[in-house]
């Protein structure tokens, strides 16, 4: 507080400036240059007034980036006092303040913070920081050199014409004024790049609170007060239609129509500089000042007519993203190096946010699919039987799992009369959303058709009549099977419709298959299918499945096989098991097979299995009690014991 009094004491001598501000970064170059013109005006030396300029310039940019968002309609004060020996300037911000470090060292190159810090404490010849509840106060002083005394205050007094023996005293008198002219415009430079790099980082600060179109257009904004530019344009590649597209622009008379850059040579890009230098990835200075002039038909050069400026391709490695053009109406005031300099180096930075951008827009797009795909997963085991019908002396279990989050393989179970339930599998060419619709679309006709006609031949027909056409357009098929199982007669009737055969283990030994003639759905409009009848009277367990099962592969790229697949359902029928344990011992043995290879097709079975009345009981109150360790799993409801 004792800073505040001295201050305050020593002003009644002082010349005093005072200014005030908009927290914005824009303000700060004209506040900054407005108090080095008082410091010039009360004759101090021109480094000196470069050292505030450039510390106020520091103090200002941190007073506007760290000011809390309620804080930011709150105008910055700036104070300069100007005395014979010093001067000081006083900062009033309005951020929630912090502790002045004892000592202020250069951050490394990669830190983003602390560089402000370390050019106001190198710059000046004291600095304080006082804060307070609301209002903080930074004071910069600043001691006159002597030179600047001696030029202002003794130099009337001063020989007009020097002796041989001050010929020295001259010389050296010229190598300080040409030092402090290179000191002024390398603290000039400094603040212009010190400028740059607060707009850069306070952007940076700024990822994720805004879409990414608003923050592009922050970003250029900045650009265009950070180098005295009067516009720009950025436009995007469309590489779909080899064109640019304008999507950010300074003034609306800029919007021009999309270019095309469809190839190298042809006459709609030689007539825009925008375009060429997309084409040959070349950065371009157009105006009096630069290495071409736009032509008359450019598109550009209706908008900004007698501009100067520069256009750079935004590219990604060997990608094209877009272009940036830059310029000033007054072309008798190019950009100077430093401001070129800027500019690429902001383009670099807006090509890295163009991905980020794009990279954003597919991870969100993901997202939505992702988001779908589950939800189309759910609707798609809802398909699938919760409960099988009773079938008097057979337990059925099913197994359903995709190679993706949807698939084309399904089953289904269904009762169509007393005594009678319909068992369908069925295998839609493909995998993903397009199998998966089509497998919806099955499992509503079987069903419906169902109604109509119980015979297994004829229901492949009508629905293949049904489907032939929607099948045909996309060049797609189904394999299907369907059985009926007379529970009376102890007969299946099936159907086949160039699916897999179905498999029989007799309690007598051996194995035994069915595949009745049949091509699959959607490859002749009016195909004909035959149906085959064998009993159940001396049969063990029947399995329906998918030729996901058999063409499953382990690490060494060995397949499941038709072989192996009929050698574990002749063993099973030693085991003794229900149609519920059977699935679950050949799921273990698949899945042990496989071992960590990912599913290269879905993996659809039906198993049925002879069991007695105290077995299905068991094996019904056994699946209440476990939750399935394999998704899409259902298992058989509770059965009345048959014959």
């Not at 804080?71 to 006083?90: L, T």
């Not at 600047?148 to 205050?153: E, L, M």
């Not at 490695?317 to 008798?332: C, F, P, Q």
């Not at 946010?353 to 589950?374: F, G, M």
Request: with cysteine.
């Amino acid at each position: 507080m004792s800073e505040q009094l001295n201050s305050a004491q020593s002003s009644a001598a002082a010349e005093v400036c005072s200014l005030s501000m908009a927290c914005r970064l824009e303000d700060v170059r004209p506040t900054a240059e407005t108090a080095k013109n008082f410091l010039l005006e009360r004759r101090i030396s021109p480094a000196d007034a470069d050292a505030c300029e450039l510390a106020l310039v520091e103090a200002c940019n941190n007073a506007v980036q760290y000011a809390p968002r309620e804080k930011q309609s709150s105008n910055i004060e700036v104070a300069i006092f100007c005395r014979p020996d010093a001067v000081e300037i006083h900062v009033m911000d309005h951020t929630n303040g912090f502790d002045w470090p004892n000592g202020v060292d250069l951050p490394a190159p990669d830190e983003e913070h602390g560089r402000g810090l370390f050019i106001i404490q190198s710059v000046m010849d004291h600095v304080s920081y006082l804060r307070s509840k609301g209002e903080n106060r930074l004071i910069l002083r600043k001691t006159r050199t002597s030179t600047d005394t001696a030029r202002h205050g003794g130099e009337s007094n001063h020989a007009s014409v020097a002796s041989p023996n001050d010929v020295s005293a001259v010389e050296l008198k010229d190598r300080l004024a040409l030092s402090e002219q290179a000191a002024a415009l390398m603290a000039k430079e400094l603040c212009f790049r010190s400028e740059a790099l607060h707009a850069i980082f306070q952007c940076c600060s700024e990822l994720g609170k805004s879409a990414p179109e608003e923050f592009i257009d922050k970003l250029l904004r900045d650009l265009l007060h950070i180098v005295e530019a009067d516009w720009f344009v950025l436009r995007f590649a469309a590489l779909d239609t080899k064109e640019l597209l304008a999507r950010n622009v300074s003034r609306p008379d800029l919007d021009t129509p999309p270019l095309s850059i469809a190839s190298e040579g042809s006459s709609d890009s030689a007539k825009s500089i925008e375009a060429h230098a997309a084409m040959v990835r070349r950065e371009f200075v157009f105006g009096a000042y630069g290495s071409v002039n736009l032509e008359a038909e450019d598109p550009l050069c209706r908008s900004a007519f007698g501009s100067h400026g520069l256009v750079r391709p935004l590219c990604h490695g060997e990608s094209l993203l877009g272009t940036l053009a830059i310029g000033r109406d007054n072309a008798a005031a190019p950009f100077s190096p430093e401001q070129m300099d800027v500019i690429r180096t902001f383009s670099e930075f807006l090509a890295i946010q163009l991905v980020n951008a794009s990279l954003h827009r597919r991870e969100v797009d993901l997202q939505i699919t992702a988001r779908e795909l589950e939800i189309a997963r759910n609707i798609q085991e809802s398909l699938l039987p919760k409960y099988f019908p009773p079938i008097p002396g057979f337990g059925l279990a099913g197994f359903c799992l995709s190679a993706r989050h949807v698939g084309g393989d399904f089953y289904d179970v269904f009762e169509v009369a007393r005594g009678r339930v319909l068992l369908v599998v069925a295998d839609v060419m493909g995998k993903g959303i397009p199998a998966a619709l089509f497998a919806a679309t099955l499992h509503t006709l079987v069903r419906t058709m169902a109604e109509w006609t119980h015979e297994p031949a004829e229901l492949l027909a009508r629905v293949n009549r049904q489907m032939f056409e929607e099948l045909t357009a996309v060049d797609m098929f189904i394999t299907a099977q369907i059985v009926l199982l007379d529970t009376e007669r102890q007969e299946l009737t099936i159907a086949n419709a160039g699916h897999c055969p179905l498999l029989i283990a007799p309690r007598s030994g051996g194995l035994a298959s069915a595949a009745p003639d049949g091509v699959p759905l959607g490859i002749l409009p009016r195909a004909i299918f035959r149906e085959q009848t064998i009993s159940l009277r001396d049969c063990a367990s029947v399995l329906l499945y998918t030729d996901g099962l058999t063409e499953a592969r382990n690490a060494h790229g060995d397949f499941f096989g038709q072989e192996r697949l009929e050698r574990w359902l002749q063993q099973s029928r030693a085991h003794g098991s229900t149609a519920y344990e059977l699935s679950w011992h050949f799921m273990a043995d698949l899945k042990s097979f496989q071992s960590r290879v990912p599913l290269a097709d879905d993996q659809t079975f039906l198993i049925l299995s002879r069991e007695t009345n105290a077995e299905t009981e068991a094996s019904d109150a056994l699946a209440e009690r476990e939750t399935p360790k394999v998704p899409r799993f259902s298992v058989a409801a509770k059965s009345q014991n048959g014959l």
